[in-house]
Structures are given as structure tokens and as C-alpha cells.
């Protein structure tokens, strides 16, 4: 039903095109001229490409459908806003769960006294969020990135599948794949796919955002790892620092080449990878690996691909991204282990908070 609503509202939308009203505009929203009609491509860049349903309803030329615009744009605030409600949510309860889990610091996972809601997990996650636009220029570019970064939680839940099967055969499951190594490849090679459709710097901008959360996980998990909380303070000092100066001047300013931004991204990541490997010799650390290869090989067929500077061109780039993910997915599936928490479920049958 979801996929007929998306393919008529598609089809009403194609009907509705009045070409005669649609102008072309520059970066600045100044007309540069007309639009010539069946340019498909170049709607991006006209005069209906911020708002398309309120335009094609504003131009109808039908008095009920022109007034049905404004009731448009109001429902196009409230679903958002119901929208950003669930997220908030959501958000707000990972961050709690990775606290009550000791990944977070602890004021993650405080309540309100009355309210009982993890207050400080739901005040940041809203500063979060507004952070979160700053760098983004338009509604299309925001979506992208935010459907892109909603993937990647999606690439671990594949190898997980194998993971689990191979360290925890006997525990009884509710249903069973009969074929968890074509599902679980699949799984990560099309979410793989997804995110890297969406070219650069899409792909950077996910992956940066990405890395930021790294810190935050040291501030809760750093004691376990060997790390004194002036050691965590330092590292997260120098990270975040050199980070935000890739994504202002590579990816928001562009005023560095691609070898540059990617090459600090990727020297961040190695680097403190390694670091951390050597201060806590941690089998956690040396599984996350596949991760850090992951999102610095995606990066370069991001911007060499054809959604990028097009030195590979399709189909050829969609191949050689396939390869990569199916290798990335085995190795993946070789560096997982058995927790402590499947240890305890094995030997308490419990679940572990």
C-alpha cells in the first residue's frame, strides 16, 4: 500500500507539471530564465524544486486545489514535527540504554524525579539535532544524509546473524533463517548499496557525523579500556578538534582537495584506532576494524564513482562497490566473537540490561 501511495502521488505529480510556471534560479534563488519544457534534470534547479506538491497545487489553476496548497504547507510542519517527536525518543532512549550499559557516562542514563524520562539524554539529543542542520543547505540534501546515516546502524545486523549462530548455536530463537549466509550478505550488501548511492559528499558528511559519536563512547567505556579520564578529555579534545576542521574547510567550505579531507579523516581513524588497541589490547577494539576500513574504502568510491567525480563510471563503480562489500562482509564475519554479555545469557539464561 505504502509503494501504490508513493508511485500515485509520483504519477499525479508528472500530470500536474504546469512547464509554462516554472522558472529556473541560482544558488541565490535569482530567475535566470525559463525552464524548457520536458527538462526533467533541471527541475532540481527551478523555482519548484524547494516545494513541488504546493507549486503543482498553487499553479493547477483550479481556485479548491490552489487553497488546498496552504493546507499543504501546514501539514508539511506537523508531520515533521511529529516526526522529530519519535526521533527525539528514540534517540534519547539509546543514548540511556548505551549508559545503563556502560558504554555512556551515567548522566546519559539519570531520570527526571517526576517524569521519569533520561532528562539529560533528551536535552542533548535536541542540541544534537540542531547541530545536526547547521551545515546543510536544503530539505534534499538534510534527507539524504539523515536516510544514509540511518543505514549504517542497518550494516552490523547481517554479520551479527552469522555471529550469533556460530557463538551461540544452542540458545532457542523464536524463528530461524534457513539460509543466514545469503540473508545476512545480502542485508549488508544492499545497506552498503544504499549509503553509497548517495555520492559525495553525501558519503563524507555521514561518515564524519559518524565518527563524532566516538568520543562520547570513550567518556563512558574509557575506564575499560585503560584510559584515564585526563588521557579520555585530551583524546576527545584533539579528535573533535581536527574532525570539525575537516568537515568545515573539506566538505562544508571545500577549501581543501579530496586527498586532504579524506586523508585526515582516514589518519584520524587509524590512528586512533591503533592507539587505543595499544592502551587497552582489547578484542572490541580489534573487531571494530572492519568499520574504520569500511567507511575510509566507501569514502574514495564515493568520490571516484558516479555519483561522485565520475572516474568510474556506471555500472562499472556499482561492481567493484558490490566486491568490496561482500569481502568487507566476510572479514566482518571472521572478527566476531563472543561477548560477556552472550556469555551471560548462555550461562544465566537472562537478559542483560
Known amino acids: 500500500m505504502v509503494i501504490l ?31 524548457t519544457p520536458g527538462d ?3 527541475l532540481l534547479n527551478s523555482n519548484w524544486a524547494g516545494s513541488p506538491f504546493y507549486s503543482s497545487l498553487l499553479y493547477s489553476g483550479v481556485a479548491f486545489l490552489a487553497s488546498f496548497a496552504i493546507v499543504l504547507l501546514i501539514d508539511a510542519w506537523i508531520s515533521p514535527a511529529a516526526t522529530m517527536g519519535v526521533y527525539l525518543g528514540t534517540t534519547a532512549r539509546s543514548f540511556y540504554g548505551l549508559s545503563k550499559q556502560g558504554y555512556y557516562p551515567n548522566l546519559f542514563s539519570s531520570l527526571h524525579p517526576r517524569f521519569q524520562t533520561p532528562w539529560f539524554s533528551l536535552i542533548f539529543t535536541f542540541f544534537l539535532s540542531v547541530i545536526f542542520l547547521l551545515p546543510f ?17 542497518y550494516l552490523a545486523s547481517g554479520p551479527a546473524l552469522i555471529v550469533l549462530r556460530r557463538t551461540a548455536k544452542e540458545l532457542k530463537r523464536p524463528y530461524e533463517s534457513p539460509v543466514p549466509w545469503l540473508v545476512a550478505s545480502l542485508s549488508f550488501i544492499f545497506s552498503s548499496m544504499l549509503i553509497y548511492w548517495t555520492g559525495w559528499p553525501g558519503v563524507g558528511w555521514v561518515f564524519l557525523v559518524t565518527a563524532f559519536g566516538l568520543p562520547l563512547f570513550l567518556l563512558g567505556y574509557g575506564s575499560k579500556l585503560n584510559l584515564s579520564k585526563l588521557e ?15 568537515a568545515f574547510f573539506g566538505l562544508y567550505e571545500s577549501l581543501w582537495p579530496f586527498t586532504l579531507t579524506w ?19 582489547s578484542v572490541e577494539v580489534k573487531a571494530s576494524s572492519w568499520f574504520i576500513a569500511y567507511m575510509i574504502i566507501t569514502g574514495v568510491m564515493a568520490y571516484i564513482g558516479s555519483g561522485g567525480t565520475g572516474l568510474i563510471q556506471y555500472p562499472l563503480d556499482y561492481v567493484i562497490m558490490i566486491i568490496i562489500s561482500t569481502i568487507i562482509f566476510i ?4 572478527q566476531g566473537f563472543e561477548t560477556e554479555e552472550i556469555r551471560q545469557i548462555k550461562e544465566h539464561g537472562l537478559p542483560v540490561e
Do not use: C, R
Open 331 to 334: 572479514v566482518t564475519v571472521k
Open 232 to 246: 579520555v578529555i585530551i583524546f576527545t579534545a584533539i579528535f573533535w578538534s581536527l574532525l570539525s576542521a575537516d
Open 40 to 42: 526533467w534534470g533541471n
Open 137 to 153: 543547505p536544503s530539505w534534499y540534501s538534510l534527507v539524504s544524509l539523515s536516510a544514509s546515516a540511518t543505514v549504517v546502524n
Open 263 to 281: 586523508g585526515l579523516f582516514s589518519a584520524l581513524l587509524i590512528m586512533g584506532t591503533i592507539y587505543l588497541y595499544l592502551k587497552s589490547h
Open 5 to 35: 501511495l508513493y508511485v500515485l502521488l509520483q504519477v499525479s505529480f508528472i500530470g500536474a507539471i504546469n512547464w509554462s510556471t516554472i522558472k529556473l534560479v541560482n544558488s541565490e534563488g535569482q530567475v535566470t530564465g525559463p525552464i
